[in-house]
C-alpha cells in the first residue's frame, strides 16, 4: 500500500478513489480485508531510507488521516465489483 501513498496523501479523496485500480494478485475479499485494516506504523517498505522518507512525510500529512483514506478506499472497492476496475 505504500504506492497508495502519494496519491491519497496530495490528492482530493474522490480524485484519489477515481484514480486508484485495484489489480489484486490473489482474492479479492483478502486484499480488501487487509487494506480495510491497513495500518502505516505496521507497513515495512523494501528499503529503510525510503521508509523512513514515507514516514516523514505520512506523520507530518497525519497518519491516522493516511490510514482511514486507504481503509475507506477499501470499503469502498469492496462494495464495487469483484472484478479489476476503478475503485
Same mark, same amino acid.
Given at each position: 500500500?505504500?504506492?497508495?501513498?502519494?496519491?491519497?496523501?496530495?490528492?482530493?479523496? &474522490?480524485? %484519489?478513489?477515481? =484514480?486508484? @485500480?485495484?489489480?489484486?494478485?490473489?482474492? +479479492?475479499?483478502?486484499?480488501?480485508?487487509?487494506?480495510?485494516?491497513?495500518?502505516?506504523?505496521?507497513?515495512?517498505?523494501?528499503?529503510?531510507? &525510503?521508509? %523512513?522518507?514515507? =514516514?516523514? @512525510?505520512?506523520?507530518?500529512?497525519?497518519? +491516522?488521516?493516511?490510514?482511514?483514506?486507504?481503509?475507506?478506499?477499501?470499503?469502498?472497492?469492496?462494495?464495487?465489483?469483484?472484478?479489476?476496475?476503478?475503485?
Amino acid at each position: 500500500a505504500w504506492e497508495l501513498f502519494v496519491l491519497f496523501s496530495f490528492a482530493q479523496h &474522490e480524485l %484519489a478513489s477515481e =484514480r486508484a @485500480v485495484l489489480v489484486p494478485l490473489h482474492g +479479492d475479499v483478502v486484499v480488501l480485508a487487509q487494506l480495510e485494516r491497513f495500518d502505516a506504523t505496521k507497513a515495512r517498505c523494501y528499503d529503510p531510507n &525510503e521508509e %523512513a522518507r514515507l =514516514r516523514g @512525510v505520512i506523520q507530518a500529512f497525519g497518519a +491516522d488521516e493516511f490510514n482511514r483514506r486507504i481503509n475507506t478506499w477499501a470499503s469502498q472497492c469492496r462494495g464495487r465489483s469483484r472484478r479489476p476496475s476503478r475503485c
